[in-house]
């Protein structure tokens, strides 16, 4: 028993992580509803006020406990539907219908707002500090002008997984072979302040077929987790000759200790000489390909188990160093230590895994040459004659 490896599952932390989260598509809360958000283990409510300004506060009154996203929009703020106490985007109650006068505590819990590429999101840190808009994710360059096609916008709940779990996917060169059928050729990585970058080079495996698999597929990615949610991955894609540039967007919400909602987005620069109608249906195809691909990462995200002392070999990357990073988030500002911000690059060497898997591929393509062969060689059942 002393030479058993046991597997650590912990705990998933105690508090949901500080810093910017994208909550959907800004424009989905443009219709004079009042929206609810399931997040950071409550609720939020989200409207648009007269102004067009997009307010997100504690979905619950704080009166008698009313759920504001079944009230209504009353001018600039949200009416709560048990006793009609009306909220403005700042947090304060406005207005009592029925009393003289407002307390002067009537205030809730409100959330810093900013829209970035068309998505809104939203500040959170449990110290309640003032939102930090020098680590907002970058604007897309040309996205405003028009230079991409719309977004193809998924999401897709998570249940029995902490979204830490997804993170460990930025080091994980061997999982894009087996989880989504390529080989990646390069893979470095950069982790520095509140970013963490994957750079990979990847071809698609001819004998498999979904996510990235198809041996004319040539992929050149960075991608980059601009603070503990918020991923933009830039692709260069070569598909039979033809290049697009792809953009993915990547994100998460924290629902509860054991639950996430996982986003993701997809544009593509409109290649030139190209009508709308077919850079949007590229765009769709492209989004259809990238969505399958976390499709398979949702499938394991939803059967493993949380490991906090994982066993590594070289190739599995700086497990750990990420880990490091990525706790800047989920503690106080004050207890952030140098290592989890201070520079930090690491490159895998493909060599001997490229050389396995090319074998291996290699022997999967002659065996279902072989189950082809076969199946043609096979006589056909002559056609029995009846008798009615």
């Not at 691909?293 to 499938?299: M, N, R, T, Y």
Request: hydrophobic share 35%; proline share 5%.
């Amino acid at each position: 028993m002393a030479e058993t490896r046991f597997l650590d599952q912990g705990k998933p932390p105690e508090r949901f992580a500080r810093g910017w989260h994208c909550i959907g598509m800004a424009d989905s809360f443009r219709d004079g509803k009042p929206h609810g958000i399931e997040a950071f283990g409550g609720k939020l409510v989200v409207w648009q006020s007269t102004d067009g300004e997009l307010n997100v506060l504690d979905g619950y009154c704080r009166h008698m406990g009313g759920d504001l996203t079944q009230g209504e929009v009353k001018g600039d703020e949200i009416a709560c539907p048990f006793h009609d106490w009306r909220w403005g985007g700042d947090g304060k109650c406005k207005q009592i219908p029925y009393a003289r006068r407002v307390p002067l505590r009537a205030r809730t819990q409100r959330y810093e707002t900013a829209i970035v590429n068309d998505q809104l999101l939203i500040w959170h840190d449990v110290e309640g500090s003032k939102a930090d808009y020098d680590v907002l994710p970058p604007q897309l360059p040309g996205l405003a002008e028009g230079e991409y096609t719309d977004w193809v916008w998924v999401a897709e709940e998570i249940e029995g997984s902490n979204c830490r779990e997804l993170i460990d996917n930025v080091v994980d060169m061997a999982h894009f072979y087996y989880v989504h059928f390529a080989f990646p050729t390069s893979f470095r990585n950069v982790f520095e302040g509140t970013q963490a970058t994957q750079f990979m080079e990847s071809k698609g495996r001819p004998d498999k077929t979904g996510g990235y698999g198809d041996a004319e597929l040539f992929l050149k990615s960075e991608a980059t987790y601009y603070g503990p949610s918020y991923m933009i991955n830039w692709l260069d894609t070569d598909y039979k000759g033809f290049n697009t540039e792809v953009v993915l967007v990547n994100c998460h919400v924290p629902t509860g200790p054991d639950s996430f909602r996982l986003q993701y987005g997809i544009t593509v620069k409109r290649p030139e000489g190209l009508d709308e109608k077919t850079a949007n249906f590229i765009a769709k195809k492209y989004a259809d390909m990238f969505g399958s691909g976390f499709l398979q990462d949702v499938h394991i995200w939803k059967n493993k188990v949380p490991v906090q002392n994982p066993l590594l070999c070289e190739e599995d990357g700086p497990v750990y160093q990420l880990r490091r990073w990525y706790e800047q988030f989920y503690v106080d500002q004050a207890d952030v230590e140098p290592e989890m911000v201070d520079r930090f690059e690491f490159e895998v060497d493909t060599t001997k895994a490229n050389e396995f898997w090319q074998e291996e591929v290699a022997e999967n393509l002659r065996k279902k040459a072989d189950e082809d062969a076969a199946e043609e060689a096979q006589p056909e059942t002559p056609q029995m004659m009846s008798g009615t």
